[in-house]
């Protein structure tokens, strides 16, 4: 026993070992062991426990039982206990304990503010989304019959550290029931609300859909909140259901209060920001913090034009798609996540966003080499190539004819207007119309009528039972009660319209009123079915040009392709309609091959006979589409370059601020609460500054590239909690305040220093590899 030690248990994990009992240790894994698994667990989701134990027992040339991945797991849990106890410890010692801490703080370039900088259209920039691969079983009893029998969990009160996830109780106050009780007496605020034809088409946030509930799973998936660098921001469980508008909700309200304004990106980010306005509680936070719901890069195109990123000043060159990618990398996490308990999913899931934020997010955010999205100097450069495609847009207005760029903003709003009176009915209904549809129906009525009054009830005879006979006449009175009925209501109708046309002798088929009104009436049911065909096949058109764009990723061009095919299937409704009432204006039926071998609005001869002509718009012509897109890139590219200057020095100030704070840090923890904890303190500083040096190096290469307008040099931030404005000793900084051309790593001494400290380390991880089947072979023996 070490002294100080009261129980065998601390004893041992004081020697290096974790016991699988705190009373009976008769088992122990070593720590090194543990720290291992770990460590490859995190880079390899797909290694469980299970197999890690079979592989140790592979080695030891041992038969494996199920009760030693048992003993592991508990000594796991054990450890990161441990491990999260001491990490809780690190930030009380550094006040970095209060609640949101980690949230206010996730990302530096979004959230490390600086005095004097540009105030961003949009300061902040996330997307969020539900993937239900994490999804994981409820343990229930069996049963004879189809229903799954009674739940066989057992209670479980340990609760996952840290701040990332939301509690269901949380996510439940948003729910739809405390919706309904929130909404007794409101009004909503008075608020534009654009149409842009996706309201009745997106199904996922309707209730009676996505209330189903999956009786075999207890937690059907995540919902996950990302900032546009990658860094997780929030996540909830989805339980017992699929995406609800509880969990967008929650996350929306959380991350308003703590960030503030921001803009968001949804896959159906159109219909869900209508929701929000409608919220009696969350549409006034949201409209006082500016709030933005936007698409991602694929929607219908008239709800393209209102929410796309790319038409939406402030959001620069974000395609909003990151959850997409984080999801790619996650579902590896099902195999060890599936038939968990509801902690140990948790906190499998809790450990691997901790290890994506600090050793994939953050060591990305500067290296173009890695395959990731949120890479500033990827992003930077990118907006480099946009912005320089400048004089061909201006060589391009010149040979079309357009004075100023101010026009294409002009052109988006005719388009938009175009394919919104196409979506919606046009007020093209006049009084003279509705009275000769009313004159055809009562004539319809009138000779339906005549035939039912004129059908005599027949008499009972001998051969048929009573109850027939009373049914049959029974039938016959209903009907004529019926049409009887419907005459006098249409009547009526038609006498309102005599007198509010001032008509003194009714219209007859013949006169010249009549077939001057039947006239107007059968051209505007041909405009009709012709104006819907036009607005589905305008935003196909427009929609393949998306997908055939150069740099689009192999699965948003599936994704695309997919909601195609959809939209095709309503073409082909669109297209018979039209064909029914073609024959009215003599015009001739459309095939379904002459459709889709339509490649641009030029090429659709019909569009000619709409309510508007818009082939000799500029925007419809394929010369002039390619310009305004190109201009609205390049505003994107102009907002991004601005963004990213920011973002850079954010960055390099976050870097300095945050060695000189844990430099200080460490010394005050070391005098005033011992060189335990001060050694803690020194890990978590050298975990976060591991990727320092390469972050300068990559920012000081950017520095020199041709175009860039940025500063290399550090600000000053806004939140002075690094700036030493706190009860810790001044210490040097470990990078001066001088251009990043002038910086070097560290000071000689302490550069030595610190290589030797890593050169130890490395040889302490080969000996840690080396060394575990040995560790576990000795302490089966003992």
Same mark, same amino acid.
């Not at 950017?702 to 001044?730: C, D, H, Q, W, Y």
């Given at each position: 026993?070490?002294?100080?030690?009261?129980?065998?248990?601390?004893?041992?994990?004081?020697?290096?070992?974790?016991?699988?009992?705190?009373?009976?240790?008769?088992?122990?894994?070593?720590?090194?062991?543990?720290?291992?698994?770990?460590?490859?667990?995190?880079?390899?989701?797909?290694?469980?426990?299970?197999?890690?134990?079979?592989?140790?027992?592979?080695?030891?040339?041992?038969?494996?039982?199920? $009760?030693?991945?048992?003993?592991?797991?508990?000594?796991?849990?054990?450890?990161?206990?441990?491990?999260?106890?001491?990490?809780?410890?690190?930030?009380?010692?550094?006040?970095?304990?209060?609640?949101?801490?980690?949230?206010?703080?996730?990302?530096?370039?979004?959230?490390?503010?600086?005095?004097?900088?540009?105030?961003?259209?949009?300061?902040?920039?996330?997307?969020?989304?539900?993937?239900?691969?994490?999804?994981?079983?409820?343990?229930?009893?069996?049963?004879?019959?189809?229903?799954?029998?009674?739940?066989?969990?057992?209670?479980?009160?340990?609760?996952?550290?840290?701040?990332?996830?939301?509690? %269901?109780? *949380?996510?439940?106050?948003?729910?739809?029931?405390?919706?309904?009780? /929130?909404?007794?007496?409101?009004?909503?605020?008075?608020?534009?609300?654009?149409?842009?034809?996706?309201?009745?088409?997106?199904?996922?946030?309707?209730?009676?859909?996505?209330?189903?509930?999956?009786?075999?799973?207890?937690?059907?998936?995540?919902?996950? @909140?990302?900032?546009?660098?990658?860094?997780?921001?929030?996540?909830?469980?989805?339980?017992? @259901?699929?995406?609800?508008?509880?969990?967008?909700?929650?996350?929306?309200?959380?991350?308003?209060?703590?960030?503030?304004?921001?803009?968001?990106?949804?896959?159906?980010?159109?219909?869900? &920001?209508? #929701?929000?306005?409608?919220?009696?509680?969350?549409?006034?936070?949201? %409209?006082?913090?500016?709030?933005?719901?936007?698409?991602?890069?694929?929607?219908?195109?008239?709800?393209?034009?209102?929410?796309?990123?790319?038409?939406?000043?402030?959001?620069?060159? +974000?395609?909003?798609?990151?959850?997409? !990618?984080?999801?790619?990398? @996650?579902?590896?996490?099902?195999?060890?996540?599936?038939?968990?308990?509801?902690?140990?999913?948790?906190?499998?899931?809790?450990?691997?966003?901790?290890?994506?934020?600090?050793? *994939?997010?953050?060591?990305? /955010?500067?290296?173009?080499?890695?395959?990731?999205?949120? /890479?500033?100097?990827?992003?930077?450069?990118?907006?480099?190539?946009?912005?320089?495609?400048?004089?061909?847009?201006?060589?391009?207005?010149?040979?079309?004819?357009?004075?100023?760029?101010?026009?294409?903003?002009?052109?988006?709003?005719?388009?938009?207007?175009?394919? !919104?009176?196409?979506?919606?009915?046009?007020?093209?209904?006049?009084?003279?119309?509705?009275?000769?549809?009313?004159?055809?129906?009562?004539?319809?009525?009138?000779?339906?009528?005549?035939?039912?009054?004129?059908?005599?009830?027949?008499? +009972?005879? &001998?051969?048929?039972? $009573?109850?027939?006979?009373?049914?049959?006449?029974?039938?016959?009175?209903?009907?004529?009660?019926?049409?009887?009925?419907?005459?006098?209501?249409?009547?009526?109708?038609?006498?309102?319209?005599?007198?509010?046309?001032?008509?003194?002798?009714?219209?007859?088929?013949?006169?010249?009123?009549?077939?001057?009104?039947?006239?107007?009436?059968?051209?505007?049911?041909?405009?009709?079915?012709?104006?819907?065909?036009?607005?589905?096949?305008?935003?196909?058109?427009?929609?393949?040009?998306?997908?055939?764009?150069?740099?689009?990723?192999?699965?948003?061009?599936?994704?695309?392709?997919?909601?195609?095919?959809?939209?095709?299937?309503?073409?082909?409704?669109?297209?018979?309609?039209?064909?029914?009432?073609?024959?009215?204006?003599?015009?001739?039926?459309?095939?379904?091959?002459?459709?889709?071998?339509?490649?641009? /609005?030029?090429?659709?001869?019909?569009? %000619?006979?709409?309510?508007?002509? =818009?082939? #000799?718009?500029?925007?419809?012509?394929?010369?002039?589409?390619?310009?305004?897109?190109?201009?609205?890139?390049? +505003?994107?590219?102009?907002?991004?370059? =601005?963004?990213?200057?920011?973002?850079?020095?954010?960055?390099? !100030?976050?870097?300095?601020?945050?060695?000189?704070?844990?430099?200080?840090?460490?010394?005050?923890?070391?005098?005033?609460?011992?060189?335990?904890?001060?050694?803690?303190?020194?890990?978590?500083?050298?975990?976060?500054? %591991?990727?320092?040096?390469?972050?300068?190096?990559?920012?000081?290469?950017?520095?020199?590239?041709?175009?860039?307008?940025?500063?290399?040099?550090?600000?000053?931030?806004?939140?002075?909690?690094?700036?030493?404005?706190?009860?810790?000793?001044?210490?040097?900084?470990?990078?001066?305040?001088?251009?990043?051309?002038?910086?070097?790593?560290?000071?000689?001494?302490?550069?030595?220093?610190?290589?030797?400290?890593?050169?130890?380390?490395?040889?302490?991880?080969?000996? !840690?590899?080396?060394?575990?089947?040995?560790?576990?072979?000795?302490?089966? *023996?003992?």
């Amino acid at each position: 026993m070490v002294a100080g030690d009261e129980f065998i248990a601390s004893g041992l994990v004081s020697r290096g070992f974790f016991p699988c009992s705190s009373k009976d240790a008769q088992v122990v894994i070593t720590t090194r062991t543990l720290e291992f698994f770990r460590a490859a667990h995190l880079r390899a989701p797909r290694l469980t426990i299970q197999s890690f134990t079979r592989t140790l027992c592979d080695l030891h040339g041992v038969l494996f039982r199920p $009760y030693l991945a048992t003993q592991f797991s508990v000594s796991f849990d054990i450890y990161l206990d441990c491990l999260a106890r001491v990490k809780q410890k690190v930030h009380v010692a550094l006040g970095r304990d209060t609640p949101d801490w980690r949230l206010g703080n996730a990302c530096p370039a979004c959230l490390y503010k600086l005095e004097g900088e540009e105030v961003l259209e949009i300061p902040v920039l996330t997307t969020m989304d539900s993937n239900n691969s994490l999804k994981r079983f409820e343990r229930r009893e069996r049963t004879a019959g189809i229903a799954p029998g009674p739940s066989q969990e057992q209670e479980d009160e340990r609760k996952v550290p840290g701040d990332y996830y939301l509690s %269901r109780e *949380e996510v439940d106050r948003w729910g739809k029931d405390q919706l309904d009780e /929130l909404m007794k007496g409101f009004v909503p605020d008075a608020y534009d609300e654009e149409k842009d034809g996706c309201s009745d088409r997106w199904q996922n946030m309707k209730e009676s859909v996505t209330g189903k509930v999956w009786a075999m799973y207890e937690e059907t998936g995540i919902f996950l @909140s990302l900032c546009c660098h990658g860094f997780v921001l929030l996540v909830a469980d989805m339980v017992c @259901s699929g995406e609800l508008a509880k969990y967008g909700f929650v996350v929306v309200n959380h991350l308003i209060k703590v960030i503030g304004e921001l803009g968001d990106g949804y896959d159906i980010g159109c219909e869900f &920001g209508k #929701m929000i306005n409608k919220h009696p509680v969350l549409g006034p936070l949201a %409209r006082a913090n500016k709030f933005r719901s936007l698409v991602g890069a694929f929607h219908g195109h008239l709800c393209q034009l209102c929410n796309l990123a790319t038409y939406v000043r402030g959001v620069s060159l +974000e395609d909003l798609e990151y959850c997409k !990618t984080f999801f790619s990398k @996650s579902n590896v996490l099902a195999a060890s996540t599936r038939h968990a308990t509801h902690f140990h999913r948790q906190q499998t899931i809790v450990n691997y966003l901790e290890h994506s934020d600090t050793f *994939e997010a953050y060591a990305s /955010l500067c290296n173009p080499q890695l395959p990731y999205s949120a /890479l500033l100097v990827r992003k930077y450069k990118r907006a480099l190539e946009v912005k320089a495609t400048e004089p061909a847009l201006e060589e391009t207005m010149r040979q079309l004819n357009i004075q100023s760029k101010d026009e294409f903003a002009g052109w988006l709003a005719a388009e938009k207007a175009a394919l !919104t009176n196409r979506m919606w009915r046009p007020p093209s209904e006049t009084l003279a119309m509705e009275y000769y549809q009313k004159l055809v129906n009562l004539a319809e009525l009138k000779e339906q009528m005549d035939i039912i009054l004129r059908t005599e009830i027949p008499p +009972e005879t &001998g051969n048929e039972a $009573y109850g027939v006979v009373a049914a049959r006449t029974r039938h016959i009175k209903r009907q004529r009660r019926h049409i009887i009925a419907r005459y006098d209501k249409t009547f009526l109708a038609v006498q309102d319209l005599e007198n509010r046309l001032d008509i003194s002798v009714p219209w007859v088929p013949g006169n010249e009123q009549y077939e001057a009104a039947r006239v107007n009436v059968v051209k505007r049911r041909y405009q009709r079915a012709l104006d819907k065909l036009q607005a589905l096949v305008i935003s196909r058109m427009f929609e393949l040009t998306k997908m055939n764009m150069s740099g689009m990723g192999y699965k948003l061009r599936k994704h695309i392709a997919k909601a195609l095919q959809a939209r095709s299937r309503a073409i082909k409704v669109a297209l018979q309609n039209y064909n029914d009432v073609a024959p009215m204006m003599d015009a001739d039926p459309l095939s379904w091959e002459e459709v889709v071998e339509y490649t641009f /609005l030029s090429q659709f001869d019909i569009l %000619r006979d709409g309510c508007d002509d =818009i082939r #000799m718009y500029p925007w419809a012509k394929p010369s002039g589409r390619i310009a305004m897109d190109q201009y609205f890139k390049i +505003e994107r590219a102009n907002e991004e370059i =601005i963004r990213l200057n920011i973002e850079v020095r954010r960055v390099i !100030t976050h870097i300095h601020d945050e060695a000189a704070f844990l430099r200080r840090a460490e010394v005050a923890v070391r005098e005033k609460q011992g060189k335990v904890l001060a050694h803690q303190v020194f890990k978590y500083r050298m975990l976060r500054g %591991r990727f320092a040096d390469e972050h300068l190096q990559r920012f000081n290469a950017l520095g020199k590239v041709r175009g860039f307008t940025g500063t290399l040099f550090p600000g000053i931030a806004v939140n002075k909690e690094r700036l030493g404005e706190v009860s810790l000793p001044e210490m040097p900084l470990a990078f001066p305040r001088a251009p990043l051309d002038a910086v070097v790593a560290l000071e000689d001494g302490e550069a030595e220093e610190e290589e030797d400290e890593q050169d130890e380390q490395d040889l302490m991880d080969q000996f !840690t590899v080396l060394t575990i089947a040995q560790d576990l072979e000795g302490d089966r *023996e003992e």
